[in-house]
Each structure stands twice: as C-alpha cells, then as structure tokens.
C-alpha cells in the first residue's frame, strides 16, 4: 500500500478485459493487514473484495490510463481556433495579476461545444486585456485558440498539430510520440 493515501481517488480494476474505473473515498481500516474501505456512489459495482486493484490520485483520471491503450483512437489534427461567446465579471475580491489589481475578468466558453468549458481572462484597470475584441453580439471570433495536452498541460495552438480522440481528448504530439506510441504510463509519476 506504499503511495496510497486515504481520501478521493479512483481504483481501477480488469472486468473481462475491460478496465472499469471507480471514483470515491478510500479509508484505511487496518494497515499492517493490507484492509480499507472504498464508499463509492456508483451503482453498479464489480465484485472487489480480494482482488488487487490500481489506486490512482488527482490529477490522474482513468481515461489517462486509457489514452495509452493500442485499442483507444487518435486522429491527427490541425488545431482551429474556435469562436467564443464572451462576458466581463467582476470578482468579490482583488488579484494580483503582472503586478496589477483586477476586479474584472472575462470569461469566455466556446458556442455549441463541451458545454461547461471556461477560460477567464484579466482585464487590466486600463482595460486592457489579452484577447480580441468582442463584436457586439459578445462573440469573439477565434477567442478558443488553444487546448490542453492531457498528459503535460501544453497548449496544442490554432495552426499547430495534435492528436484528438473521439472524446475530444487532446495530447500534443511530443506526448503522442512519447507516451501514447509506447502505451508508456510514466507521465504520471512526478
């Protein structure tokens, strides 16, 4: 049990060959005898008891683990930026951003994709900020222009190449070649 910590994890078990990923609470119950407690909200859950299982902690995910898997897809792609929809908030409290106070930030999702999806940008009490203006529609045109490479957080930018899965899974092509290409899960030690 060496490296596992009690708390929000994920254990991973084979199913039938299938590698079935579930999320909760681990809590240790005797460790000399190797036992914990797993409280999970899943609904169905596979017989465990006995079974050796994989533990893994954030930042990991299952998909992590599975995005090095010969069977997953990729698709090399030409990243585009996308158009965003834009609005400017103003935040309870101050930050401190390249030595300026900011209240006010723009947050930005991209239209009709991976709803959910935010970015926040600083606007500068000069009103400056890092991105193209919106048209008055609150649309900034090609404002998504970068995604995040799952396995090193690089950005894959518009104009550069990447691999996407299914899933809409990014990993720039220095991981793809790294990791993905020898099914390699050293990324995830630190």
Same mark, same amino acid.
């Given at each position: 049990? #060496?490296?596992? /910590? ?7 078990? %084979? ?8 999320? &909760?609470?681990?809590? +240790? ?13 899943? #609904? %169905? ?16 995910? *299952? ?22 929809? %834009?609005?400017?908030?103003?935040? /309870? ?7 300026? #106070?900011?209240?006010?930030?723009? #947050? ?7 709803? =959910? ?25 090609? =404002? ?14 518009? &104009? ?5 899965? *299914? ?14 290409? /020898?099914?390699?899960? %050293? +990324?995830? /030690?630190?």
């Amino acid at each position: 049990m #060496e490296g596992v /910590n009690e708390g929000s994890c994920f254990l991973l078990t %084979s199913d039938k060959g299938v590698l079935i990923g579930l999320f &909760g609470e681990l809590r +240790f119950l005797q460790i000399a005898e190797r036992t914990a407690m797993f409280h999970t909200t899943e #609904e %169905s859950m596979p017989e465990v008891l006995g079974r050796e299982l994989t533990y893994l902690k954030e930042p990991w995910k *299952p998909h992590h683990i599975w995005m090095v898997d010969p069977r997953w897809t990729w698709k090399r792609t030409l990243y585009q930026a996308k158009d965003v929809i %834009s609005r400017t908030i103003r935040d /309870n409290k101050v930050s401190i951003v390249d030595g300026q #106070e900011v209240w006010d930030w723009i #947050e930005i999702k991209r239209l009709a994709e991976k709803a =959910g999806d935010s970015r926040y940008y600083p606007v500068f009490p000069d009103g400056r900020t890092t991105l193209p203006p919106a048209g008055p529609d609150g649309v900034i045109k090609g =404002g998504w222009d970068h995604e995040h490479c799952e396995l090193c957080e690089a950005h894959v930018d518009a &104009g550069k190449y990447g691999y996407v899965d *299914p899933g809409e899974h990014w990993v720039c092509e220095a991981c793809y070649g790294k990791y993905v290409v /020898n099914h390699d899960l %050293s +990324f995830m /030690n630190p």
